[in-house]
């Protein structure tokens, strides 16, 4: 198997494109894992991320960044390219946006295959994942004020549920909450980020007999 049995998996099992509105609802959120968790009770407001899949020769991998340690909030958190969708945009105008303003990734050089399922954030923003992908390992420069740093995850260790694990934490006077980590090398990969890859797994390889067999002929 090779890198294109993952590219046809992803166009066939992703939503296509046309198929995303303003007003669609959450599949997946950060209350998945905490279904008694209060909500804010207000009209979610609309975001997208750019999940860039490079087709490396030797495996595919996915473009993550670490947020700047000088942003007002989720600061050092490991995040996909992406932010809030302006006036007028799609999901895939601001996701391709945000990445170009975040680490100036070429609009040009992505191949948007599909979007992934809306996630609804415990801060009140409903993600829609913009899937692209990158034939070639691209050039990107990440912003000082936004980006610290820039780095590739395998894509077979991102889709390996034994890399994927419930971690917790108590804020005082408040209940515990639960979120999807998976730590890789020396980064840690949660909440909302790795919730999308969680989702994106199941989306893609959830209905398979051996779900890591097949991750693993993709990532080939």
């Known amino acids: 198997m090779s890198l294109s049995t993952l590219r046809e998996r992803l166009i066939e099992r992703l939503a296509p494109v046309e198929a995303w509105?303003?007003?669609?609802?959450?599949?997946?959120?950060?209350?998945?894992?905490?279904?008694?968790?209060p909500r804010a009770g207000k009209t979610l407001r609309?975001?997208?991320v750019l999940v860039p899949i490079i087709a490396r020769p030797d495996g595919a991998t996915v473009l993550l960044t670490r947020r700047s340690d000088n942003l007002?909030?989720?600061?050092?958190?490991?995040?996909?390219?992406?932010?809030?969708?302006?006036?007028g945009e799609t999901a895939v105008m601001a996701a391709l946006r945000e990445a170009?303003?975040?680490?100036?990734?070429?609009?040009?050089?992505?191949?948007?295959?599909?979007?992934?399922?809306?996630?609804e954030t415990g801060t009140g923003f409903l993600v829609t994942p913009v899937i692209g992908w990158l034939a070639e390992p691209p050039k990107v420069t990440p912003s000082p004020a936004?980006?610290?740093?820039?780095?590739?995850a395998p894509w077979d260790f991102l889709m390996d549920p034994a890399n994927h694990r419930r971690d917790s934490y108590q804020l005082e006077g408040q209940p515990l909450?639960?979120?999807?980590?998976?730590?890789?090398?020396?980064?840690?990969?949660?909440?909302?980020t790795a919730g999308i890859v969680r989702a994106l797994r199941d989306r893609l390889y959830g209905d398979e007999a051996s779900p890591l067999h097949a991750a693993g002929e993709d990532a080939a």
């Open 72 to 87: 007002a909030s989720h600061t050092g958190q490991i995040a996909f390219p992406g932010g809030r969708l302006d006036p």
């Open 146 to 152: 936004e980006v610290a740093e820039v780095f590739e």
């Open 21 to 37: 509105a303003p007003e669609l609802g959450a599949a997946r959120s950060d209350f998945d894992l905490n279904p008694d968790a």
């Open 100 to 119: 170009n303003e975040e680490v100036a990734l070429d609009p040009g050089v992505v191949e948007v295959l599909g979007l992934g399922d809306p996630y």
């Open 177 to 192: 909450r639960w979120f999807w980590a998976m730590p890789y090398r020396e980064r840690y990969i949660w909440g909302a």
């Open 46 to 48: 609309p975001a997208a």
